[in-house]
C-alpha cells in the first residue's frame, strides 16, 4: 500500500502457538532510513499499533519484529532502507488459535516520511496463508 515499497512474503508458518512470517522489503525510493514499531510502542496511538486478525475474529499483538537476520522485543527499531536492496524481515506472533488458517490483515506500524509510512499509514498485509509445522 505504499508504491515505492514492495513487500514479499516468503513464509508464514506456525510451530506451536507461534508464528512466524519471513518477508522481503525492497524500498524502490532513494536511500532512507525508517523507524519500525511493536505493539508496545507506547507513543504510538493503540488503534495504530502494529497487530495482526486471523480469519477467527482474533486480534494479535505483535511484540517481536526483526530486521537483517535479526531479532528483537524492542518497541522500536530504526531501519535502513537502501535504494533497490532486499531487506530480509520477520515476524513473530505469539498465542496464535489453532483454528486459524489466514491471517486476513496484518498492520506494521513505521514512521518514514519520504516512503509515506506513519501511524496512520501502515505497511499493510492481506489473505497471508497460515501453514503448520508438518503440513506439506
Known amino acids: 500500500n505504499h508504491p515505492d515499497l514492495e513487500v ?3 513464509r508464514c508458518q506456525v510451530s506451536g502457538k507461534t508464528c512466524v512470517i519471513d518477508f522481503i522489503m525492497t524500498n524502490y525510493g532513494n536511500d ?5 514499531y511493536t505493539s508496545n510502542a507506547s507513543h504510538v496511538p493503540m488503534d495504530t499499533r502494529t497487530k495482526a486478525f486471523d480469519d477467527e475474529g482474533n486480534i494479535y499483538e505483535i511484540h517481536r519484529i526483526g530486521f537483517g537476520g535479526t531479532i528483537s522485543d524492542w ?3 530504526s531501519v535502513n532502507l537502501l535504494n533497490d536492496t532486499p531487506l530480509r524481515c520477520r515476524i513473530e506472533i505469539e498465542g496464535v488459535s489453532s483454528s486459524a ?4 490483515r496484518i498492520l ?3 514512521k518514514c516520511g519520504s516512503l509515506g509510512l506513519e501511524h496512520k499509514k501502515p505497511i499493510m498485509f492481506y489473505n497471508v496463508p497460515i501453514t503448520r509445522e508438518g503440513d506439506e
Do not use: Y
Not at 532512507?32 to 519500525?36: N, W
Open 8 to 10: 514479499k512474503v516468503k
Open 32 to 36: 532512507t532510513t525508517a523507524e519500525f
Open 108 to 110: 506494521l506500524t513505521a
Open 75 to 77: 518497541p522500536s527499531q
Open 101 to 104: 488458517t489466514l491471517w486476513k
